[in-house]
């Protein structure tokens, strides 16, 4: 069996606390005994705290079909046979996970996907995702779409999104442009 080393945090000695129970026999136990206190991770690296959830099978096999699918027959056939039967909590992971492979093609029409959806609110950090990630591929003219859609669906853009227009704006060497905004 491996022993355990403690790898992020270190090793604590304690030899000015007892240990703790209760004592048979007093005099032959050493009350000095130094205690050890092992803190963080016991091995590999440490994972960021936030976005660490992890994707359900039915979220991995939605994504896995979506970039197979390479026709728009075989597309829609996914949307109605896989994606429509998505829990919202999963189909708003197969968008992010999406962004994060950077398949915006696939995440524009998964989003418009969501957007149909009965249980759909506007929601902000969607759309300033769905810009970020037109921006990082210099789609700047979809993100002026979609920053325009914002406002029609009632939103107010607050700083994040007009950070993420100003730096799709700089990604295509726009300056005039992200000034003005």
């Known amino acids: 069996m491996k022993s355990m080393k403690p790898t992020l945090m ?3 000695k304690f030899s000015h606390i007892p240990q703790m129970g209760f004592l048979q026999n007093p005099q032959s136990h050493n009350l ?3 205690s050890t206190v092992t803190c963080g991770l016991r091995g590999g690296t440490r994972k960021p705290l936030w976005k660490s959830r992890v994707l359900s099978i039915e979220a991995i096999q939605a994504v896995h079909s979506l970039k197979l699918a390479n026709s728009n027959s075989k597309l ?3 949307f109605s046979t896989r994606l429509s039967r998505l829990l919202k909590a999963d189909l708003l992971d197969t968008l992010a996970e999406l962004q994060r492979q950077n398949e ?3 995440a524009l029409k998964v989003f418009a996907f969501v957007r149909k959806e009965l249980w759909y609110k506007p929601d902000m950090s969607l759309y300033c995702d769905m810009i970020q990630l037109l921006g990082k591929n210099r789609m700047t003219e979809m993100a002026e779409q979609l920053f325009a859609e914002l406002e029609k669906d009632g939103l107010t853009p607050d700083t994040r999104a007009f950070t993420e227009m100003i730096g799709a704006y700089l990604q295509v060497g726009m300056i005039e442009k992200a000034m003005e905004t």
């Open 76 to 78: 829609h056939h996914v």
């Open 10 to 12: 270190g090793t604590l």
């Open 32 to 34: 000095q005994r130094p």
């Open 104 to 106: 915006f093609h696939l």
